[in-house]
T-cell receptor, first 110, second 113 residues
Framework: DAKTTQPTSMDCAEGRAANLPCNHS???????VYWYRQIHSQGPQYIIH???NNETNEMASLIITEDRKSSTLILPHATLRDTAVYYC???????????FGKGTKLSVKP | GAVVSQHPSRVICKSGTSVKIECRSL??????MFWYRQFPKQSLMLMAT?????????EQGVEKDKFLINHASLTLSTLTVTSAHPEDSSFYIC?????????FGPGTRLTVL
């Protein structure tokens, strides 16, 4: 499984931006960076993905460094409902057999 | 985004009975679906890859005769837990891929008494 490194946990104040980092130094040129999250007792949820350009959707923004060895997921105005475990993955094509590590447990506090 | 549903969302059964869980891709076709299991406070564990029209591929350590997978159509995969025992109690989640991103079902909580 492609290895990524994420902090074990992070706290964020409600209404502030949550910036979640991920290192993926062994990513190859045709592999995309994907972010998923799992809220307690729910199935994981796809958030966003990108190749090398920064991406933004209704949920989050994804900033990928120029060398593509790391990225940051940004939740611009975190809410209590954003409390979840966030997973950073990278793969090419339509790989579905994802192996999940520990991810980052984000706690959004009032 | 694409929607994947699971049914039932929660099931309680007696030891020794069989339980069937359905996974459907509602707005897209999925040649391949995946089944995961998650125990409390642990990460998802991939159990098997469900292939439409062919046999499922199981991960090491997953008993294929206990966890029967059928991928009957491009929008439906079923997981049957046969002769369930209390140690099979877990959160079962399916997923399907659509052009890159993987979309997950909401999960099925199985409790075996």
């Amino acid at each position: 499984d492609a290895k990524t490194t994420q902090p074990t946990s992070m706290d964020c104040a409600e209404g502030r931006a949550a910036n979640l980092p991920c290192n993926h130094s062994t990513i190859s040129g045709n592999e995309y960076v994907y972010w998923y999250r799992q809220i307690h007792s729910q199935g994981p949820q796809y958030i966003i993905h990108g190749l090398k350009n920064n991406e933004t959707n209704e949920m989050a923004s994804l900033i990928i460094t120029e060398d593509r060895k790391s990225s940051t997921l940004i939740l611009p105005h975190a809410t209590l409902r954003d409390t979840a475990v966030y997973y950073c993955k990278y793969y090419g094509g339509s790989q579905g057999n994802l192996i999940f590590g520990k991810g980052t447990k984000l706690s959004v506090k009032p | 985004g694409a929607v994947v549903s699971q049914h039932p969302s929660r099931v309680i059964c007696k030891s020794g009975t069989s339980v069937k869980i359905e996974c459907r891709s509602l707005d897209f076709q999925a040649t391949t679906m995946f089944w995961y299991r998650q125990f409390p406070k642990q990460s998802l564990m991939l159990m098997a890859t469900s292939n439409e029209g062919s046999k499922a591929t199981y991960e090491q350590g997953v008993e294929k005769d206990k966890f029967l997978i059928n991928h009957a159509s491009l929008t439906l995969s079923t997981l049957t837990v046969t002769s369930a025992h209390p140690e099979d109690s877990s959160f079962y989640i399916c997923s399907a891929v659509l052009a890159g991103p993987t979309f997950f079902g909401p999960g099925t909580r199985l409790t075996v008494l």
